[in-house]
């Protein structure tokens, strides 16, 4: 069956003498390979197409037996050569990369964290004054997207304003953040701070762009990091090792 779909190309690889084996995210078949017959030559069926963060609209063909797939031709939507050519955002880039096709191989995608990812790719295109925190600010934003996570704005067990409450901690099996008198409960804990709170309730409730020059300060850095790893290792069971996202 032929269906026509925008990919983002995250990994081109060569196959036989002219031909690509080309990875890449969509919207609705999640993370998927397929083969660009001819790919390294043809000037017309994918012109300025197959390079690695390039969002393309493809047309994709199925091999009889379901074997595989295939791409007939595309169409370039939206290029990143000024990304690709700057390794100081090239680098989390490629990292917001991994992070989606560890989370989303096979058929799961989703059109929701595939605009996402689309999003990031445009603005670190476009933008160099961008937060050292994003690629780990980007993992976050999937966690939400994929259903987990707590809110950010008031403690659920009195009300109180987590951005004005002292030391409000993060109860990581249970979902929720609490104030320091309310955090009840066994299981992993990590403590806040306002800055912390406010960026993460921002993320969860907004897009790309309210949050992708965050600058924290230094007393916050490590919390923002600590509050993100607990969840993308309890939802969704990742975790960055030796230069890659493994499973937990």
């Given at each position: 069956?032929?269906?026509t779909?925008?990919?983002?190309?995250?990994?081109?690889?060569a196959?036989?003498?002219?031909?690509?084996?080309?990875?890449?995210a969509t919207?609705g078949?999640?993370?998927?390979?397929?083969?660009?017959?001819?790919?390294?030559?043809?000037?017309?069926?994918?012109m300025?197409?197959?390079?690695?963060?390039?969002?393309?609209?493809?047309?994709f063909?199925?091999?009889?037996?379901g074997?595989?797939?295939?791409?007939?031709?595309?169409?370039?939507?939206?290029?990143?050569?000024g990304?690709?050519?700057?390794?100081?955002?090239?680098?989390?880039?490629?990292?917001?990369?991994k992070?989606?096709?560890?989370?989303?191989?096979?058929?799961?995608?989703?059109?929701?964290?595939?605009?996402?990812?689309?999003?990031?790719?445009?603005?670190?295109?476009?933008?160099?004054?961008?937060?050292?925190l994003?690629?780990?600010?980007?993992?976050?934003?999937?966690?939400?997207?994929?259903?987990?996570?707590?809110?950010?704005?008031?403690?659920?067990?009195?009300?109180?304003?987590?951005r004005?409450?002292?030391?409000?901690?993060?109860?990581?099996?249970q979902?929720?953040?609490?104030?320091a008198?309310?955090?009840h409960?066994?299981?992993?804990?990590?403590?806040?701070?306002?800055?912390?709170?406010?960026?993460?309730?921002?993320?969860?409730?907004?897009s790309?762009?309210?949050?992708?020059?965050?600058?924290?300060?230094?007393?916050?850095r490590?919390?923002?990091?600590?509050?993100?790893d607990?969840?993308v290792?309890?939802?969704?069971?990742?975790?960055?090792?030796?230069?890659?996202?493994?499973?937990?």
């Amino acid at each position: 069956m032929d269906f026509t779909e925008p990919a983002i190309i995250l990994k081109v690889g060569a196959f036989r003498e002219i031909d690509l084996w080309v990875r890449l995210a969509t919207p609705g078949h999640g993370v998927l390979t397929a083969f660009a017959f001819g790919g390294s030559k043809s000037r017309r069926r994918f012109m300025g197409c197959l390079d690695p963060l390039n969002l393309v609209d493809f047309q994709f063909h199925r091999s009889g037996r379901g074997e595989y797939l295939y791409l007939m031709e595309g169409r370039l939507v939206r290029g990143c050569p000024g990304l690709r050519a700057d390794a100081a955002r090239l680098g989390p880039a490629v990292n917001c990369v991994k992070f989606y096709e560890a989370v989303f191989e096979g058929p799961d995608g989703g059109e929701e964290s595939f605009a996402l990812l689309a999003e990031a790719l445009e603005i670190m295109e476009d933008r160099a004054d961008l937060s050292p925190l994003l690629p780990l600010l980007f993992r976050a934003k999937v966690v939400f997207l994929q259903g987990y996570g707590p809110g950010f704005g008031a403690c659920p067990r009195c009300g109180k304003d987590l951005r004005t409450a002292v030391a409000p901690t993060l109860l990581v099996e249970q979902g929720v953040v609490a104030c320091a008198e309310h955090a009840h409960g066994s299981g992993r804990r990590v403590t806040l701070d306002a800055w912390t709170v406010d960026l993460l309730e921002t993320v969860r409730m907004r897009s790309v762009r309210r949050w992708a020059d965050a600058v924290p300060p230094d007393a916050s850095r490590r919390r923002v990091f600590d509050a993100v790893d607990a969840l993308v290792r309890y939802h969704l069971g990742l975790a960055w090792e030796d230069g890659r996202f493994r499973r937990v």
